[in-house]
C-alpha cells in the first residue's frame, strides 16, 4: 500500500493538475510570421531579445531585438547575413543577458541540425549601451566536436565563467571568459546523457526521429544560481534533474570520475527544455509534455505547475524582465519534419509569451 501511495504521489509531481493557479496569466507579447524562434533574453532596462536558429531553408535572421512587436536584427543587419563564420551568425540557439546587461549569443554553427560549419561555433558578447559585438570566443573542434550541438549558456561573472550544455553529444563545457580557454567536461556521463529507453511524448503524440527510433537529446536546459554557487542542468530526453558546485566543476584537479562524484541527483521532472532561477530562490523549467511552466523548490523539493496553457506549444527558453514577468517562447519543435516522418506541420505564426504573476516581482 505504501508503495502505491508513493507512485501516486511521484506521478502527480510529473503530470500537472487539471486546475491551475489564476494568479498566472499569459500574454502574447511578438508573432513572427516565419521566424521559428528558440531563445530569448531580457536586458534590465525591458529591451527584448531572441534568436531563430537556422532550421530551414527559408531561414533569413538569427537575432533580433524586439521593437513595438517587430523583430529588428541584432546587433545589426550584417552579422545576420551570411558571411564568414567567424564574423557572421551561422545557426544561433540561445540568448543570455548576465548580471552587467550585456548580451551572450550561443551560435554551435550546425544548420538544420547536420554538420557543423567550420569555425562557426562560437560565443559572442554584445555591449548592450554601444549595441555592438565586443568579444567572440571561437570553439576548436576539440570543445564543439562533430555531431555536437551547443544548446544553451549561462554566465558567472564573479568568476569570469560561462557553462554552456551540448545536447548533441552530452556535456557541459566551461569557458574562461578573460583568456577564451574552454574545457568539456562530464562528456557522456550519465548525467549529461540522455534517459536509456526514454520515450518523449508532448501532449500525449510520442516523438520518433528520422530513424523512427525516440530521440536521444542529451543536457539540454541549464541554470546557474548565484546565491548557493550550484549550476543545475537536465537532458532534454530525461526525467531527472542534476546539479553540481561551480567550484567543482571549475576544479583541473579532479580527474573525469571524481567530477562525476560530485554530481547530485535532485529530483524528477516532466521534460524541461529551458531553465530558469527566480530571485526567489526557485528553479523554474519549461514543460514541452504538457504545455506548461513547472517550478521547483529548493527549501522543500517539492514541485509544481505555474501555468499551463494549450498555446505554449513546446515551451522553450525563459528569462526574466524587470517586472518579474517570465518571458517564454513556443518553438514547435515537436511539428519539425525530423519527427513527423517529413512532414512540416508547424503553423505560423511564432510566439513569444510573457508569463505575469509567475511570482513576486523582484
Not at 500574454?27 to 532550421?55: C, E, H, I, K, M
Not at 565586443?134 to 576548436?140: G, H, L, Y
Request: hydrophobic share 40%.
Amino acid at each position: 500500500m505504501k508503495a502505491w501511495l508513493f507512485f501516486l504521489g511521484w506521478l502527480s509531481a510529473l503530470v500537472p493538475p487539471s486546475c491551475f493557479s489564476v494568479s498566472a496569466t499569459l500574454q502574447d507579447v511578438a508573432q513572427f510570421p516565419d521566424n521559428q524562434l528558440t531563445g530569448v533574453a531580457v536586458s534590465q532596462s525591458g529591451r527584448v531579445f531572441v534568436n531563430f536558429p537556422y532550421w530551414s531553408e527559408r531561414h533569413h535572421l538569427s537575432v533580433a531585438e524586439v521593437v513595438n512587436s517587430q523583430p529588428v536584427p541584432f546587433p545589426n543587419a550584417e552579422w545576420n547575413q551570411p558571411g564568414p563564420p567567424d564574423k557572421h551568425f551561422v545557426c544561433v540557439q540561445s540568448v543570455y543577458v548576465d548580471e552587467s546587461d550585456s548580451l551572450w549569443i550561443l551560435d554551435p554553427a550546425a544548420p538544420m541540425m547536420k554538420e557543423i560549419v567550420k569555425g562557426g561555433p562560437k560565443l559572442v558578447k554584445v555591449d548592450l549601451v554601444k549595441n555592438e559585438v565586443v568579444q567572440t570566443i571561437a570553439f576548436s573542434e576539440q570543445v564543439a566536436p562533430k555531431k555536437s550541438y551547443l544548446n544553451d549558456v549561462r554566465i558567472d561573472l564573479k568568476t569570469q565563467t560561462a557553462f554552456i550544455t551540448d545536447s548533441g553529444l552530452g556535456a557541459i563545457v566551461i569557458v574562461n571568459l578573460e583568456t577564451g580557454k574552454a574545457r568539456r567536461l562530464l562528456d557522456h556521463d550519465r548525467s549529461t546523457l540522455a534517459e536509456k529507453d526514454f520515450r518523449l511524448q508532448v501532449n500525449g503524440h510520442e516523438l520518433l526521429a528520422e530513424n523512427g527510433k525516440p530521440p536521444q537529446i542529451n543536457s539540454d536546459g541549464i541554470a546557474f544560481d548565484h546565491l548557493r554557487g550550484y549550476l543545475y542542468y537536465h537532458a532534454l530526453a530525461g526525467r531527472t534533474l542534476y546539479r553540481i558546485k561551480v567550484t567543482d566543476l571549475k576544479n583541473p584537479g579532479l580527474t573525469n570520475s571524481q567530477l562525476s562524484a560530485k554530481v547530485e541527483t535532485v529530483t524528477e521532472t516532466p521534460a524541461p527544455d529551458g531553465m530558469s532561477i527566480g530571485s526567489d530562490g526557485k528553479l523554474y523549467l519549461t514543460d514541452l509534455e504538457h504545455g506548461a511552466i513547472q517550478v521547483w523548490d529548493p527549501a522543500t523539493n517539492k514541485l509544481s505547475t505555474v501555468l499551463a496553457d494549450e498555446r505554449l506549444s513546446w515551451p522553450d527558453s525563459l528569462a526574466w524582465g524587470p517586472d518579474g514577468g517570465l518571458f517564454v517562447t513556443s518553438s514547435q519543435i515537436q511539428n519539425m519534419p525530423r519527427f513527423n516522418g517529413g512532414k512540416d506541420l508547424r503553423t505560423t505564426p511564432y510566439h513569444l509569451y510573457k508569463v505575469i504573476g509567475a511570482m513576486a516581482a523582484p
